[in-house]
């Protein structure tokens, strides 16, 4: 149980264009999905919070322009990076929080998303 | 601010070698500590959640426990897949932090055969 995916697990794109991550939760419902980044041996950083049907809430330095994030459906969250340059270049991590649980309940984290922009 | 510091940042064990990984947390109101495991390339893997002082959870060779400042992880007689890197997080559920994990720096275990 509690399993979540994201698609692609790796990407290449040239600089300038826009890529798309799809985190959905397989067999639970999910209320709250969080989206991080990781930088290597470094922990994970928290981009922003998404909440189904509701503008996402984003960290402090995170540029909510180039980081779109949409949560249409209690399974699936997006994030678009716009206008990627080499610097977005980094391993993209979602999680998922059970439907209708405390805002700290376990998050369950999906595999991950390599983005390399070229 | 939260906190999150886990030490050793790496441990080399030989297989069957008993160790155990701490994290040591400051945080205003403690309303759960998490144990996550990461495999290289890979998201982190969910082991334990820990409310109150005083808890303790147990999973395989692995035990998680709770005080007021810190938690351990304790991994008894460790086998080579036990390789990976050892995350501890917390969440607060207090002010601009509502629900958010902070995560320390992980502990890298390797572990020989």
């Known amino acids: 149980g509690a399993v979540v995916s994201q698609h692609p697990s790796r990407v290449i794109c040239k600089s300038g264009t826009s890529v798309k991550i799809e985190c959905r939760s397989l067999d639970f419902q999910a209320t709250t999905m969080f989206w991080y980044r990781q930088f290597p041996k470094k922990s994970l950083m928290l981009m922003a919070t998404s909440n189904e049907g509701s503008k996402a809430t984003y960290e402090q330095g995170v540029e909510k322009d180039k980081f779109l994030i949409n949560h249409a459906s209690l399974t699936l969250s997006t994030l678009t990076v716009t206008s990627a340059h080499p610097e977005d270049s980094s391993f993209y991590i979602c999680?998922?929080?059970?439907?209708?649980?405390?805002?700290?309940?376990?998050?369950?984290f999906g595999p991950g998303t390599r983005l390399l922009v070229l | 601010e939260d906190q999150v510091t886990q030490s050793p940042e790496a441990l080399r064990l030989q297989e069957g070698e008993s160790s155990s990984l701490n994290c040591s947390y400051t945080v205003s109101g403690l309303r759960g500590l998490f144990w996550y495991r990461q495999d290289p390339g890979k998201g982190p893997e969910f082991l334990f959640t820990l409310y109150s002082a005083g808890e303790e959870k147990e999973k395989e060779r692995l035990k998680a426990t709770l005080t007021k400042k810190e938690s351990f992880l304790h991994i008894t007689a460790p086998k080579p897949e036990d390789s990976a890197t050892y995350l501890c997080a917390v969440s607060n559920a207090g002010g601009t932090s509502y629900g958010k994990l902070t995560f320390g720096q992980g502990t890298i275990l390797t572990v020989h055969p």
């Open positions: 999680s998922a929080q059970l439907g209708g649980g405390a805002p700290w309940e376990t998050q369950y």
